[in-house]
Nanobody, 115 residues
Framework: QVQLVESGGGLVQPGGSLGLSCAAS????????MSWYREREMVAGITFGG??YYADWAQGRFTISGDKAKNTVYLQMNSMRPEDTAVYYC??????????????WGQGTQVTVTS
């Protein structure tokens, strides 16, 4: 099994910044891609081949990055707005030792943007 552990959520003022991280652990061959979601919408995603993807509203404010050696993904959120308030979920697609692709979700971390 694979587990995702998220950290970094919390309270931030409008215009402020917050960083999230998500680390994958467990038994797997390799992590193929990791993403952040909120309210069932993808915020940003990254493949460990180096491609990144952003929701239109996240482009320019949020930055996703990954550390393949640590099986960890980061989301740096800048210029935050009250509407960014949500539970953020980490998602990972990984390959198991049988050659299959599987998906796992983290438990979610609350982000609240308020003055």
């Amino acid at each position: 099994q694979v587990q995702l552990v998220e950290s970094g959520g919390g309270l931030v003022q409008p215009g402020g910044s917050l960083g999230l991280s998500c680390a994958a652990s467990g038994s797997f061959s390799s992590i193929r891609a990791m993403s952040w979601y909120r309210e069932r919408e993808m915020v940003a995603g990254i493949t460990f081949g180096g491609n990144t993807y952003y929701a239109d509203w996240a482009q320019g404010r949020f930055t996703i990055s990954g550390d393949k050696a640590k099986n960890t993904v980061y989301l740096q959120m800048n210029s935050m707005r009250p509407e960014d308030t949500a539970v953020y979920y980490c998602n990972a697609v990984y390959s198991d030792y049988g050659g299959g692709y599987l998906e796992v979700w983290g438990q979610g971390t609350q982000v609240t943007v308020t003055s």
